[in-house]
T-cell receptor, first 111, second 119 residues
Framework: AQKVTQAQTEISVVEKEDVTLDCVYE???????LFWYKQPPSGELVFLIR??????QNEISGRYSWNFQKSTSSFNFTITASQVVDSAVYFC????????FGKGTKLSVKP | DTGVSQDPRHKITKRGQNVTFRCDPI?????LYWYRQTLGQGPEFLTY????????KSRLLSDRFSAERPKGSFSTLEIQRTEQGDSAMYLC?????????????????FGPGTRLLVL
């Protein structure tokens, strides 16, 4: 079975705090991709990152970083020094053939 | 360089009516996907085209739903005899196998969605 679990439904932080969004996935495929998308209130899904199953290197892009651990089937996303503009719903997704999304984590960053 | 576009952005209809949505993918993308998203949930896959061929359909795509991509460019999603349970955001995405244009290959880029409300 293919599944993505985002256990945190909602997170609220104050601006400049660091925040980590958790993602756990299940798949029997040995080759797959993992994604994070951001969905601001406007509704459009914005691509953030893709990771393939053979690349466990962590990645940093500005204030964003991603921690991929195959041993625990997790692909967590950290925002450092959060800003109000980071407020959105964040989705983790698994791609063995078509995207399978988690239920999303709603992040609210308060000034 | 434009992204994925969808039309209309919002649609309100009465139960039993037919509706049609359009998606224009990123121009060099040969793959096109439709998803449905209900409130508080992640998007769920409906169907997928490679060029004009519809290669996969989800069980969610009942026989009231039909999608086409006649010339391998834009796509339409039609819902016949709409029901209140069809109320959702319908999202279109496109991707290409190769890379280019500064985008990541085999990555789906989404349009703004069509929000459907069935009364």
């Amino acid at each position: 079975a293919q599944k993505v679990t985002q256990a945190q439904t909602e997170i609220s932080v104050v601006e400049k705090e660091d925040v980590t969004l958790d993602c756990v996935y299940e798949t029997r495929d040995t080759t797959y991709y993992l994604f994070w998308y951001k969905q601001p209130p406007s509704g459009e899904l914005v691509f953030l990152i893709r990771r393939n199953s053979f690349d466990e290197q962590n990645e940093i892009s500005g204030r964003y970083s991603w921690n991929f651990q195959k041993s625990t089937s997790s692909f967590n996303f950290t925002i450092t020094a959060s800003q109000v503009v980071d407020s959105a719903v964040y989705f983790c997704a698994l791609w063995p053939r078509n995207l399978i999304f988690g239920k999303g984590t709603k992040l609210s960053v308060k000034p | 360089d434009t992204g994925v576009s969808q039309d209309p952005r919002h649609k309100i209809t009465k139960r039993g009516q037919n509706v049609t949505f359009r998606c224009d993918p990123i121009s060099e993308h040969n793959r096109l996907y439709w998803y449905r998203q209900t409130l508080g949930q992640g998007p769920e896959f409906l169907t997928y085209f490679q060029n004009e061929a519809q290669l996969e359909k989800s069980r969610l795509l009942s026989d009231r739903f039909s999608a086409e991509r006649p010339k391998g460019s834009f796509s339409t999603l039609e819902i016949q005899r709409t029901e209140q349970g069809d109320s959702a955001m319908y999202l279109c995405a496109s991707s290409e196998k190769g890379g280019g244009s500064g985008r990541v290959r085999e990555t789906q880029y989404f349009g703004p969605g069509t929000r459907l409300l069935v009364l």
